[in-house]
């Protein structure tokens, strides 16, 4: 069956989408729109029975409402069983959107991001399932997965159990501009992290007392740019980003209290991205020496030190499809069939594929 045989309404799929729009879920706190997408479903015809949430918010380290969404839809017909994924997930800029229609486009009402990114791929899956079920057009086995957490760090397909995917054996995952740009691939990010813990002493009266926290964060982070390891990363054995984000005092607050007291805490949280895990790694291993560097340079009048502890870990893999992969060739003849050019490209951000 073509595409132009495939009764889409788009009425009804902009429809999905405007009401998706509505409803408020920034990371973490995707149950409302969890719950309207599972409305949704059951309105096309999906039973309450198919629908099932896994419990990945039992497991990520950060507070998250719900788990996955995952949706099980039997075979008409012979064939592997496919997945088609997204997230439920808008960033903070999102919350309270007021989405309207302007000519032929949605958009926000300015006071917000509109959250394209992701309820744009909930109402594709959603239509998916309405089409299927409406036209009872035949397919193999089909299993829809709505992630949650992805903007906050892939979370929650990095802590799904491949298990609650029933043996896919393909996977399609929407969260992309446009439908002729297919991203075959994507970096990977290693995550890290530094406690500085300095001397507190009176800035004005007895500075060389103290063992400035701030200053050794500002010495290395200084020495990580000058080493060419700061932002975009460039060499001979590898290429990728980097970025010291967080930089705070004891619990998420300023560091320092005072201005004319030693800073005596600074927490800095940062990350490294490559196409390379290996690399990724060696650009947090480069911010470690230049934190021990900082640490050896800054001392108090009595020759003391800072207490530096520096973390790192991998965050999430990257990965790369060949252009003949057989996930590949499907998409590819898929975004051929509605008059468009596929084009393959490579993310530079993560992606829950």
């Keep these: 069956m073509s595409s132009k045989d495939i009764p889409l309404d788009v009425k009804s799929a902009e429809d999905h989408l405007l009401k998706f729009l509505a409803v408020e879920g920034v990371t973490g706190q995707e149950a409302a729109i969890a719950a309207a997408v599972t409305d949704e479903l059951k309105k096309a015809g999906v039973p309450a029975s198919a629908i099932r949430f896994d419990t990945v918010n039992e497991r990520i380290p950060l507070p998250t409402q719900t788990g996955n969404l995952l949706v099980d839809l039997p075979g008409t017909r012979p064939g592997p069983r496919l997945l088609f994924a997204t997230h439920l997930d808008t960033v903070l800029l999102c919350a309270g959107a007021k989405p309207k229609r302007e000519g032929d486009r949605i958009v926000s009402d300015g006071t917000t991001a509109l959250g394209g990114d992701n309820r744009t791929g909930c109402a ?10 409406k036209h009872k057009l035949p397919h193999p086995p089909i299993t829809l997965l709505f992630t949650v957490r992805e903007e906050s760090g892939i979370h929650g397909a990095r802590e799904l159990d491949p298990a609650d995917l029933g043996g896919a054996k393909m996977c399609f995952n929407f969260d992309s501009k446009f439908a002729a740009e297919l991203m075959t691939g994507a970096v990977g990010q290693e995550n890290w992290e530094v406690e500085i813990k300095g001397k507190a002493s009176h800035a004005g009266v007895a500075p060389e007392k103290g063992i400035s926290a701030t200053l050794v964060a500002s010495i290395a982070l200084t020495e990580a740019h000058r080493g060419g390891w700061f932002g975009k990363v460039v060499k001979p054995n590898g290429k990728g980003t ?16 005072a201005t004319n007291v030693v800073t005596d805490y600074v927490h800095i949280k940062g990350e490294a991205r490559s196409s390379d895990a290996a690399f990724a790694a060696a650009i947090a291993t480069a911010y470690r020496e230049a934190f021990a560097q900082a640490q050896a340079e800054v001392k108090d009048a009595g020759g003391a030190t800072a207490e530096v502890t520096f973390k790192s870990e991998p965050s999430y893999p990257p990965f790369k499809l060949e252009d003949d992969a057989p996930a590949v060739r499907h998409a590819k003849r898929a975004v051929e069939s509605i008059g468009l050019k596929p084009t393959t490209m490579f993310s530079n951000g993560g992606l829950d594929a």
């Design 124 to 133: 594709v899956l959603v239509t998916l399932a309405e089409t299927l079920l």
């Design 242 to 257: 980097s970025n010291a984000g967080v930089f705070s005092g004891k619990d998420g607050k300023a560091a320092g209290d």
